[in-house]
């Protein structure tokens, strides 16, 4: 009995042949293939603009950049989340501030966000987590007291709030594409997209080291910058991301679980996480099927070491807290078959 992953990596011949095309047309970096894959990546998701570039990771550090974030300001992040969110807001040497999340959606919490406003707030992180859209009334908050809203859409490929696609729905977003996600480039890769038509010419630049046309780096960036054959790999996978979420979602419902979906909301579904009060009691019971799962996350992001100096690493956010180590996600990928599926089914209902 094969061992079922958290993620099976697509490849098809279409996306060798186009790594191949980009390898062979001598063209390696800075080439039609990155171009194209950022326009079509704004295209599919109602950005202004986007561009490729390293890693999810890479693509919160610029978006700091981007808004001019540093040293005195802070960004408010969800207290629970990969820790790439909050440490792209240290590096730019801006402090974050931990808000708890939603009981229910696991979300950062509006009343939260807008308790820890202060005079210093240059802007808000949320986080579409395991593909589920943050609160409309995130939007809301950002919007009144003037603060830039960015989205850590890297789970979120295909998610949707109110009809507006995540990477459209506030100032900036920021994707990744590693080879877990919802899409992937065949190794290590991000995009950033922006709706303020203002940011789409320094986002370019940003990537290449601030250069303008004319080689003269008129801002501090770095070299950020996508391969051509990723891009090339990444081009052929969006065309199946419409089909891919379709079918994330018909397996989260095949699968039987009690977890919801924001009112207003579409779900991409990178990861579906059961609430557990016994979750290594569910993970052997997974495992005794062949079925691998995992907790995401087991430490609220400012329990972590690297904050150990942090004002908040010792504050409880209770619901962080509460679900940190309770949430066990397991496969919901597009490529599971029924049989998986009916595996699945059976371990959880042993
Ligand atoms: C919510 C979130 N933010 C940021 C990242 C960072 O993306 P990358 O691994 O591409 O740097 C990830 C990736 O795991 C993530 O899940």
Redesign the pocket.
């Known amino acids: 009995m094969p061992r079922i992953p958290l993620a099976r990596p697509f490849w098809d011949e279409e996306c060798e042949m186009a790594a191949v095309a980009a390898l062979s047309s001598g063209r390696w970096v800075k080439g039609p293939q990155a171009k194209k894959f950022g326009e079509e990546f704004a295209n599919w998701c109602g950005a202004v603009a986007a561009v490729p570039c390293q890693?999810?990771?890479?693509?919160?550090w610029a978006a700091m950049r981007l808004l001019g974030i540093g040293p005195g300001d802070e960004v408010i992040v969800p207290g629970m989340?990969?820790i790439?969110?909050a440490t792209a807001v240290s590096l730019v040497g801006a402090t974050p501030v931990f808000a708890d999340i939603e009981e229910d959606y696991w979300c950062i919490c509006p009343d939260d966000v807008e308790a820890k406003i202060t005079a210093r707030t240059k802007a808000v992180i949320g986080?579409h987590?395991f593909g589920q859209p943050f609160s409309q009334r995130l939007k809301q908050i950002c919007k009144s007291h003037n603060i830039a809203l960015v989205e850590?859409a890297?789970?979120a490929h295909g998610a949707t709030l109110d009809g507006v696609m995540a990477g459209a729905i506030g100032d900036i977003a920021?994707f990744?594409?590693?080879p877990?996600?919802n899409m992937a480039v065949g190794g290590?890769?991000?995009m950033i997209t922006t709706t303020l038509p203002e940011l789409a010419e320094r986002m370019n630049r940003l990537v290449d080291h601030g250069r303008d046309d004319t080689l003269e780096s008129v801002e501090l960036g770095t070299n950020l910058r996508m391969s051509e054959v990723a891009a090339a790999i990444g081009r052929v996978q969006l065309k199946h991301l419409k089909d891919w979420t379709t079918k994330r979602r018909s397996n989260s419902e095949s699968i039987i679980h009690e977890t919801k979906t924001r009112e207003g909301g579409a779900h991409s579904w990178?990861q579906l996480c059961i609430l557990t009060e016994n979750p290594d009691e569910l993970i052997s019971n997974l495992d005794a099927q062949e079925v691998d799962a995992r907790v995401h996350y087991p430490i609220p992001c400012n329990r972590h070491q690297v904050y150990s100096q942090h004002f908040q690493h010792e504050i409880s956010l209770p619901n962080c807290d509460k679900l940190a180590h309770r949430l066990v996600a397991i496969p919901v990928h597009p490529s599971l078959s029924e049989s998986e599926i009916e595996r699945i089914n059976s371990a959880l209902h042993p």
Do not use: M, N, P, R
């Open positions: 890693s999810g990771s890479a693509a919160l989340t990969f790439a969110t986080v987590i850590d890297a789970q920021c990744s594409f590693f877990s996600k290590e890769g991000g990178h």
